[in-house]
């Protein structure tokens, strides 16, 4: 028996086939991630001659005509000042989280052939999606960094901590609400327009165009609350922290007469990220729910 | 006493024939209160067996059996509605020829992309990256983009990806049907050497004269039942007489 394969290890256990722990395992495939990550961005510019130069063009003229409607003819560079950098600070997060929640919840029915004939743990494809949607993300936080720093950047430590905590919030967030909605995706794809409803209305629904405060004069107090319980929010509001309130100099107020930084930011964050947190285990425990039925259903 | 790799106990298995159903109807029937209208059939129906260590074993049946169901199962690609199954250590499947292959990737990222799903580290699968290659034949054609393979060279480099994982049970559906005469003797070859080295072998194929040679043990299914379990020529001479 000495060349037999079981007596060269020690026995494996005994396993049921198709059940893994989610998230966890996909801690253990890594490289298979890598792998996967890599395939998604290939097949993303497969044919196309600028490739992921498109990663600049699209945000880029998104910000030219945000710039140009909300920032020049409806004015609001004058109570903004530096609004190219307020609002492409908050640009850039409603385009990471577009791309991850938006890519997660087709990447189950895009990779359907492999879901069908192989097991792997099928977290790995919306956590995939995350990555991608980063690899896109920070090319334009470079951008972001270069304008803000021509116009006076200069970020303190707490600063900086606020973009690794909204970027933080804005990926558990889009995993969670990707995951769910991903699941969903499978046996109802009425999902998918549904998804791009809701990020259509993101950019609008946080503080990106304009300034939080026109929120607080217009809504009741119960309203500005929920509106700021919305993770996305929070991050927009840490992005302006870190690459914003800086390059105008700090100011208590602005010139209309506003606060600049929202009241209880942090404190708002906090509840964002738990928020977000409750979403990722929302979404993971859907996930594993439905799961099951992936492969009769894709 | 032998070592048990599959466990397979009161399997059942359903699938819905209905698969078109809109968000309005689902809707719909649940404000009326009531479920929607079960439409299913059983393609697996209190399936049990064990398979020890080292065991080559035929899945066999005609048409629409449950064969495939079952190994997807084993696989884990499939959950069973009811009943449990078990595996010990790696599984691999070749359930279909050149899946999670993808066309846009060159054959060398289809050989670490395929080698990862199936389990094997990035240390293993460059130690015998050159093996998978010189056991495919397609040195040449390696950074090639894989849809522009023939079938054959696609299933050459799929099979040898599969057997060079070196899982504990290996699944293999239907692919020794395609690829040339002497790719296949050479594909009989590894499975006897798999089989040599003490790995267990489930094979689903229509090829009886085939699965009945290598194959020690035939289970046959029909229409989702076990009806029969012995020596694989016995099973294979049983079909025939059905014919």
Known sequence: MSDNVASQLALPPMTTPGSGRGLLDVLHRR???????????RVRYRGSALGMAWTYVKPLVQFGVFFLAMGVFMGLRATVPNYAVYLFSGVVVMNFFGEAFGNATRSLVWNAPLINKIYLPRELFPVSSLWVGAVHFFPQLLVLIIATFITGWRPNILELLAFVLGFLIVAVFSLGLGMLFGAVNVYFRDAENLVELIIMVATWISPVLYHWN??????????????????????????????????????????????????????????????????????????RKLERRFAQEL | MATTYIDVADVRKEFSLRHNRSFKEFIVAALRGKALEKDTFNALDNVSFTVDEGETVALL????????????????????????????????????????????????????????????????????????????????????????????????????????????????????????????KKCLAKIEQLKGEGRTLVIVSHDLNLVSSICKRGILLEKGVVTMDGPAPDVVTHMRGQE
């Open chain 1, 31 to 41: 490289f298979l991630l890598k792998l996967i990550v890599r395939k998604e961005l």
């Open chain 1, 214 to 287: 026109l929120v607080y004069n217009n809504f009741p107090v119960w309203l500005y609350n929920i509106y700021m319980l919305n993770p996305l929010t929070s991050s927009v509001n840490l992005f302006h922290y870190a690459f914003w309130y800086s390059s105008i100099g700090r100011p208590v107020t602005l010139p209309g007469g506003a606060q600049t930084l929202v009241p209880d930011m942090w404190a708002w964050a906090g509840a964002g990220l738990g928020i977000a947190v409750a979403m990722l285990f929302i979404g993971q425990l859907v996930f």
């Open chain 2, 61 to 184: 049946g005609f048409n629409g059996s449950g064969k495939s169901t079952l190994l997807k199962c084993i696989s884990g690609v499939l959950t069973p509605d009811a009943g449990s199954i078990r595996t010990r250590g790696r599984v691999a499947g070749l359930i279909e020829v050149g899946a999670g292959f993808h066309p846009d990737l060159t054959g060398r990222e289809n050989v670490y992309l395929n080698g990862a799903i199936l389990g094997m580290t990035e240390q293993q699968i460059n130690d015998t990256f050159d093996e998978i290659v010189a056991f495919s034949e397609i040195e040449r054609f390696i950074d090639t983009e894989v849809k522009f393979y023939s079938s054959g060279m696609f299933l050459r480099l799929a099979f040898s990806v599969a057997v060079h994982s070196e899982p504990e049970v290996f699944l293999v559906d239907e692919i020794l049907a395609v690829g040339d005469e002497p790719f296949q």
